[in-house]
């Protein structure tokens, strides 16, 4: 079984094929006369395996002007190289980021254009600017050592938590988010947003487990849900949906940048704060297994709740359930890109397709009620 730390393979696009295409894309969407030039594009080993990152830089004239603008491409996977998920509404993402940035202050990068056609570059894609910042990287993990953060002291590592918190509070206390985003509703089956989230995440369970792939481990977690569901979801606010420090750039230990909104939904705000705990804390379960002393003081739950209920007056509730479900979660991810690496040649497939889930041994714990105590 892997150990997340090495570097998986996520595209096998030629970029200079896109970089043309995307230089000619370009010249419809400027002025007559504009001549937009790129002169490379490049991929990233950015955090992530969802949809595909391209940086580029851009050339243009417009009103006599040169213009020259660093930018970057979110362009939806190809099918053959084993999406971790079913389907990419890019536009959807887009709308996200540009309603946050319209009606917040949650510093996401300024957005260009959508084009929702795959004819121009093969796959429908979104363009931004490009933001600089520092990024807390998984490969390797950021707290198992040699990173800028894990390096850091322990009071710019508060100051990091603290104001990735004080986002998701933002973020939640936009007004009327469903009327304002009901585009991000699931749109499955369920009266309450909570129940078509948790049904669109079994939708998409299903898609990873075909061809070969069911998990017994995730259809028991799928079963734990429904034994311990909240008797009170809470009021209905928007979601970043994966909001991790690996999903943000900082600068001064503060984002700069909240990135990667595919999985951004309507639904209760513990779905982010358990999110946000989970994911460090995956990390750091990894850490143990290796034996590497990892950052147990960081994003630990009751200080994020603390923090969480002082900035927005909402107590966090349920979070076993909520930090369960983001394991889950979690878990489908390493199924997809297990099979990912199983597609490229990278590993054999193991006699257990549970063990291409390499958060296995907490979720089992999780199931036995032993783990978040």
Same mark, same amino acid.
């Given at each position: 079984?892997?150990?997340?730390?090495?570097?998986?393979?996520?595209?096998?696009?030629?970029? /200079? =094929?896109?970089?043309?295409?995307?230089?000619?894309?370009?010249?419809?969407?400027l %002025?007559a006369?504009?001549?937009?030039?790129?002169?490379?594009? =490049?991929?990233?080993?950015?955090?992530?395996?969802?949809?595909?990152?391209?940086?580029?830089?851009?050339r243009?004239?417009?009103?006599?002007v040169d213009?020259?603008?660093?930018?970057?491409?979110?362009?939806?996977?190809?099918?053959?190289?084993?999406? #971790?998920?079913?389907? *990419?509404?890019?536009?959807?993402?887009? /709308?996200?980021?540009?309603?946050?940035? /319209? $009606?917040?202050?949650?510093? #996401?990068?300024?957005?260009?254009?959508?084009? %929702?056609?795959?004819?121009p570059?093969?796959?429908?894609?979104?363009v931004?600017?490009?933001?600089?910042?520092?990024?807390?990287p998984?490969?390797?993990?950021?707290?198992?050592?040699?990173?800028?953060?894990?390096?850091?002291?322990?009071?710019d590592q508060?100051?990091?938590?603290?104001? !990735?918190?004080?986002?998701l509070?933002e973020?939640?206390?936009?007004?009327r988010?469903?009327?304002?985003?009901?585009?991000?509703?699931?749109?499955?089956?369920?009266?309450?947003?909570?129940?078509?989230?948790?049904?669109? !995440?079994?939708?998409?369970y299903?898609?990873?487990?075909?061809?070969?792939?069911?998990? %017994?481990?995730?259809?028991?977690?799928?079963?734990?849900?429904?034994?311990?569901?909240?008797?009170?979801?809470?009021?209905?606010?928007?979601?970043?949906?994966?909001?991790?420090?690996?999903?943000?750039?900082?600068?001064?230990?503060?984002?700069?940048? #909240?990135?990667d909104?595919?999985? +951004?939904?309507?639904?209760?705000?513990?779905?982010?704060?358990?999110?946000?705990v989970?994911?460090?804390?995956?990390?750091?379960?990894?850490?143990a297994?290796?034996?590497?002393?990892?950052?147990?003081?960081?994003?630990?739950?009751?200080?994020?709740?603390a923090?969480?209920?002082? $900035?927005t007056?909402? !107590?966090?509730?349920?979070?076993?359930?909520?930090?369960?479900?983001? +394991?889950?979660?979690?878990?489908?991810?390493?199924?997809?890109?297990?099979?990912?690496?199983?597609?490229?040649?990278?590993? /054999?497939?193991?006699?257990?397709?549970?063990?291409?889930?390499?958060?296995? =041994? %907490? $979720?089992?714990?999780?199931?036995?009620? +032993? *783990?978040? !105590?």
């Open positions: 079984m892997s150990d997340g730390t090495t570097e998986l393979r996520r595209s096998s696009r030629d970029h /200079e =094929e896109i970089r043309r295409r995307l230089e000619a894309w370009l010249a419809t969407r %002025p006369g504009a001549a937009p030039t790129i002169a490379s594009l =490049e991929g990233t080993s950015a955090n992530g395996m969802s949809s595909e990152t391209l940086l580029f830089d851009a243009w004239t417009q009103a006599g213009r020259f603008e660093r930018l970057v491409a979110r362009v939806a996977p190809d099918a053959d190289d084993v999406p #971790v998920f079913p389907s *990419y509404d890019l536009v959807q993402q887009y /709308e996200a980021i540009r309603k946050v940035g /319209e $009606l917040t202050s949650v510093p #996401v990068p300024p957005v260009w254009w959508s084009e %929702p056609d795959p004819v570059i093969g796959a429908p894609f979104f931004m600017g490009r933001v600089d910042g520092q990024v807390p998984d490969v390797m993990p950021y707290n198992f050592g040699d990173s800028w953060l894990f390096d850091a002291s322990a009071a508060r100051r990091l938590q603290d104001s !990735t918190v004080a986002v509070a973020l939640h206390g936009i007004d988010p469903g009327q304002q985003f009901a585009f991000l509703d699931p749109g499955t089956a369920g009266d309450t947003p909570l129940r078509r989230r948790v049904a669109r !995440t079994r939708d998409w299903d898609f990873a487990a075909a061809g070969g792939f069911a998990s %017994p481990l995730i259809e028991r977690c799928f079963a734990w849900l429904d034994d311990h569901w909240p008797s009170y979801e809470g009021p209905t606010v928007v979601c970043w949906g994966d909001a991790r420090i690996g999903n943000a750039m900082y600068r001064d230990f503060v984002p700069v940048a #909240v990135l909104w595919e999985m +951004a939904t309507l639904g209760p705000r513990e779905l982010d704060v358990a999110w946000l989970y994911g460090h804390r995956i990390f750091d379960d990894i850490a297994g290796l034996e590497l002393p990892g950052m147990p003081h960081f994003l630990r739950r009751d200080d994020v709740a923090t969480y209920e002082s $900035l007056g909402h !107590t966090p509730r349920d979070l076993d359930f909520y930090g369960t479900y983001a +394991a889950l979660q979690y878990g489908i991810v390493f199924l997809r890109t297990g099979h990912r690496q199983v597609h490229f040649g990278e590993i /054999e497939m193991p006699a257990d397709v549970d063990d291409l889930i390499m958060n296995r =041994e %907490p $979720l089992e714990r999780m199931l036995a009620g +032993a *783990y978040w !105590t």
